[in-house]
């Protein structure tokens, strides 16, 4: 149980173009997904948290017009990269907050969502 | 601003021997600690938590131990096998009554055979 996947999880894309990186919680609800971004040989950085029904809550520093957050279900939040560039290249992974609230904070990460940029 | 921070960034460690990675966190609000493991190219993998209000919990082979005083935390993890090579992560969390979560900087564990 409590199985977070996303996709897809490898992308490559020219640069300015948009890229959409879904994240599902498979067997749980999720009113809140976290997404992260982690660069190479580095930490994971919280970009922003993404909660259902309203508007995502965006981490100091990270432009909310270029990573568009969408949690359109208890199940699904979408991160999409707008206008791409070779510095937005990086491993991005998402969380999920059980509804429940789980085993405490716990959240459940995905397996990473690998963007080069071109 | 708040951080959590490492002492070692790469171990390495003989196959069996026991392991110990430390994690020095700065907001003494904070109340829930967990560390993660991630191999290359993957997620996080949950390992082991602890609330603030205990200071020793023990899962399979990994034990996690936090000092409040000090504010640190530790994983230890006995006779240490080829498949815990990968880096660990400590995060906290709590200090603003939200689950957002901030990682420390990573441990590289190399296990030699």
């Known amino acids: 149980g409590a199985v977070v996947s996303q996709h897809p999880s490898r992308v490559i894309c020219k640069s300015g173009t948009s890229v959409k990186i879904e994240c599902r919680s498979l067997?749980?609800?999720?009113?809140?997904m976290f997404w992260y971004r982690q660069f190479p040989k580095q930490s994971l950085m919280l970009m922003a948290t993404s909660n259902e029904g309203s508007k995502a809550t965006y981490e100091q520093g990270v432009e909310k017009d270029k990573f568009l957050i969408n949690h359109a279900s208890l199940t699904l939040s979408t991160l999409t990269v707008t206008s791409a560039h070779p510095e937005d290249s990086s491993f991005y992974i998402c969380?999920?907050?059980?509804?429940?609230?789980?085993?405490?904070?716990?959240?459940?990460f995905g397996p990473g969502t690998r963007l080069t940029v071109l | 601003g708040e951080s959590v921070g490492l002492h070692l960034p790469t171990l390495s460690v003989q196959e069996g021997d026991n392991s110990i990675i430390n994690c020095a966190y700065s907001n003494s609000a904070s109340d829930y600690f967990i560390w993660y493991k991630q191999e290359s190219g993957k997620g996080p993998q949950f390992i082991i938590d602890i609330r603030s209000n205990m200071d020793k919990r023990q899962g399979q082979r990994v034990t996690v131990l936090l000092n409040k005083t000090v504010k640190h935390l530790s994983l230890q993890i006995a006779a240490t096998q080829p498949g815990d090579s990968a880096v660990y992560f400590c995060?906290?969390?709590?200090?603003?009554?939200?689950?957002?979560?901030?990682f420390g900087s990573g441990t590289r564990l190399l296990v030699r055979p």
């Open positions: 067997d749980f609800q999720a009113t809140t």
């Open positions: 969380s999920a907050l059980p509804l429940s609230g789980g085993a405490g904070n716990e959240q459940f």
């Open positions: 995060a906290e969390s709590g200090a603003d009554s939200s689950y957002k979560l901030i």
